[in-house]
Nanobody, 124 residues
């Protein structure tokens, strides 16, 4: 399968910034969409932002104008620059990616993988 590893979470004061990274590894053939989701305690996981292989982006209304998603296709890595952070942005942030990989050298299959999550805490 394809593994995703997030990094960059932490504790920041309101108004501050953090940058999350997520690197995909494995026998990857191609990655279509890479994105970020978040889950606060007691809440369901929600969409934050995503980006296609061609660079088309989409954002949740709650983060538009504050968060910027980008990716480095050569490194199979997606980033989330988070500015003007608010206490309500506190959550575990998860990376997601879908595409095709090689379970064996002669075959390809689709994948949809999630990272383990990284904690973002914004203090007021």
């Amino acid at each position: 399968q394809v593994q995703l590893e997030e990094s960059g979470g932490g504790l920041v004061q309101a108004g501050g910034s953090l940058r999350l990274s997520c690197a995909a590894s494995g026998w990857i053939v191609s990655i279509n969409t890479m994105g970020w989701y978040r889950q606060a305690p007691g809440n369901e996981r929600e969409f934050v932002a995503d980006i296609t292989s061609g660079g088309t982006t989409d954002y949740a209304d709650s983060v538009k104008g504050r968060f910027t998603i980008s990716r480095d296709n050569a490194k199979n890595t997606v980033y989330l620059q988070m500015n003007s952070l608010k206490p309500e942005d506190t959550a575990v942030y998860f990376c997601n990616a879908d595409g095709r990989y090689r379970p064996k050298y002669y075959s390809q299959e689709v994948f949809n993988s999630w990272g383990q999550g990284t904690q973002v805490t914004v203090s007021s």
